[in-house]
């Protein structure tokens, strides 16, 4: 079965500096996608990534995946209180022979100090 | 776009009684739902891939008389704690594809908090 490892499990930053968030998948990733969410409530999609090689911006968050499809980064620049959160990196199992389903990484848990 | 409504948002219930969840899309047909459990700090963790018409089909760990899941129509899919106990208390989140958008279709509830007491 597929799995994705995030990393780091938590950061803690200063408000304005840079941080990327990592994700590996054990399989190669036939989708990959970025949710941002605030425990007990719903994910936000961020951003999905499908061709090897490919980068999405939006706003000051960047996501690219590595030309072998099977790993992911998520950058913030300048972060920004508003970008707390748990950032979550999901994976769709089609094309691994199994039923299509959305699996997830931990979680990367962000806090932003003003 | 896609939506999909998940009631209750929360609910409290007493150890021993049975909850149940309801996951709707609004505007597609959704032929499968996948219901997630997230406890606080964690992840989401996949408990059950629901299809329409079918027995759903349930994660290694998760006990499927404990977690009854029904999808008797293509807009909806229910999840039944049964005999909650307090270790059951958690985030309950559904997602639905809409299998025209492909790997794109997935769309998630807004999640039902559950506590047992």
Redesign the interface.
Known sequence: SQELE?SPQSLIVQEGKNLTINCTSSKTL??L?WYKQK?????IFLM?L?KGGEEKSHEKITAKLDEKKQQSSLHITASQPSHAG?Y?CGA?T?GSGN?????????T?LQVKP | GAVVSQHPSWVICKSGTSVKIECRSLDFQAT?M?W?R?F???????MA?SNEGSKA?YEQGVEKDKFLINHASLTLSTLTVTSAHPEDSS?Y?C?A?DRDF???G?T????T?LTVV
């Open positions: 995030q036939y989708g996608y425990y007990g409530e719903g994910l999905m499908q748990i979550l769709d089609f039923t299509g389903k959305l699996i997830f990484g931990q979680g848990t | 499968t996948f997630y997230q606080p700090k964690q992840s989401l963790m996949l891939t089909t985030f989140i997602s594809w492909g790997i794109y997935y998630f509830g807004s999640g908090r």
